[in-house]
């Protein structure tokens, strides 16, 4: 799935976090990190409460934060997973000698 962003649509943020959701069983880190862009994006855009002259409804709204706090501990604590950060990469390095360079 293409990364989201601001002009992403309603029904493309939540496809996204539907379809991330799953980071911890593949597991995935990229997964997970587009989760937590996703249910963020969707705190933003979704009302605390709606109603209408028949009836409302109120959204549980920190069952989404609890979830970014839950993606962004399991990223923590699985960062060597993470194949597409050059964080955990191992530092390439030329190893030179001195033994016969001139004086």
């Known amino acids: 799935m293409a990364a989201i962003d601001a002009s992403s649509t309603l029904q493309q943020v939540q496809a996204a976090y539907d379809d991330n959701a799953s980071y911890a069983s593949v597991p995935s880190v990229p997964m997970a990190r587009d989760f937590v862009t996703a249910a963020r994006i969707l705190l ?60």
Do not use: H, Y
């Open 44 to 103: 933003r855009r979704i009302p605390g409460e709606s109603s209408t002259r028949d009836g409302g409804v109120k959204f549980q709204l920190e069952l989404i934060s609890k979830e970014i706090d839950k993606a962004e501990t399991w990223i923590a604590e699985n960062r060597s997973l993470d194949t597409t950060s050059t964080l955990n990469a191992p530092q390439p390095f030329t190893r030179t000698s001195t033994q016969f360079m001139r004086r």
